[in-house]
């Protein structure tokens, strides 16, 4: 019989870059709150940065990795606009997953602070000292921010129609089960 539940690895990577996504959003709402000036802002800022260029690297992970996999067939009772409508939604969602960490670093590169890596490790800008072009890509850090949340709670009221109305296996397959037959 074919395999209808995603791997663990799958499963893994979801809910693990499904955490640290929701941790850093809030994280750099937190940010808006700190004074501009004030030292204690710079520190917050390198940490937002440095925890969202680990987030960023395991997103590539996952992204590649999915790139070589692919997900199980989803079931029969799923109607084909259903099915286009969420591979178009996932395909939105590893996009902004993508822009997110990439607007802000590449931001951070167009500013004379650059990054300082958990506030330990200095890594100097490799752009210019330009607003407008630091603006851009922060522009686009906010706005992508803002369509991901969106896109997030769509993504979760589909999984939770799955669960109570069509009561179908959609929901479960993204779940880890303790069980030893498990697909890597
Ligand atoms: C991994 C994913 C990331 C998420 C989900 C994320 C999320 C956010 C959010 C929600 C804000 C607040 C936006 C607003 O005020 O409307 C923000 C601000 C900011 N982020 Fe990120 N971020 C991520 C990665 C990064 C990275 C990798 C960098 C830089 C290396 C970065 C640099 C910044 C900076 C500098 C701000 C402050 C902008 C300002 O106040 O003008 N972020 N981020
Ligand atoms: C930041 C939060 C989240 C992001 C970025 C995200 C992203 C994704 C992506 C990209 C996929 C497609 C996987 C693939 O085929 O490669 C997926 C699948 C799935 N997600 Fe999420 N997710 C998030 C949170 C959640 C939450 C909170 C739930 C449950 C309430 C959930 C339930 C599911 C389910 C059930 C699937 C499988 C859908 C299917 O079989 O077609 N996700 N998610």
Redesign the pocket.
């Known amino acids: 019989m074919v395999d209808q539940r ?1 791997t663990r690895t ?1 499963i893994f990577l ?1 809910w693990l ?2 955490a640290l ?2 941790g850093q959003f809030s994280f750099g709402w937190y940010l808006d709150e700190i004074p501009r000036g004030v030292p204690e802002r710079s520190y917050f800022v390198n940490l937002h940065k440095s925890t969202g260029i680990v987030i960023g690297l395991l997103i590539f992970i996952r992204l590649f990795w ?1 790139l070589a996999h692919t ?1 199980p067939p ?1 079931p029969l009772t799923v109607p084909s606009w259903e099915r286009r409508l ?1 591979t178009a939604g ?1 395909r939105l ?2 996009a902004l ?1 993508v822009i997110m960490p990439v607007s802000g670093y590449i931001a951070s590169n167009f500013s004379k602070y650059g990054i300082k890596f958990f506030n330990v490790v200095s890594f100097p800008p490799w752009g210019i000292d330009d607003k407008a072009i630091y603006a851009f890509f922060n522009g686009t850090h906010k706005l992508a921010s803002w369509l ?1 949340l969106v896109m ?1 709670i769509l ?2 009221l589909a ?2 129609k ?1 669960l109570f109305i069509d009561r179908d296996q ?2 479960s ?2 779940l880890l089960r303790r069980r030893a037959a498990q697909r890597q």
């Open positions: 995603y799958a979801h870059i499904a996504l929701i999915r997900p989803l969420a996932h969602l590893y997953m991901l997030v993504h979760v999984a939770l799955h959609v929901f397959r993204m």
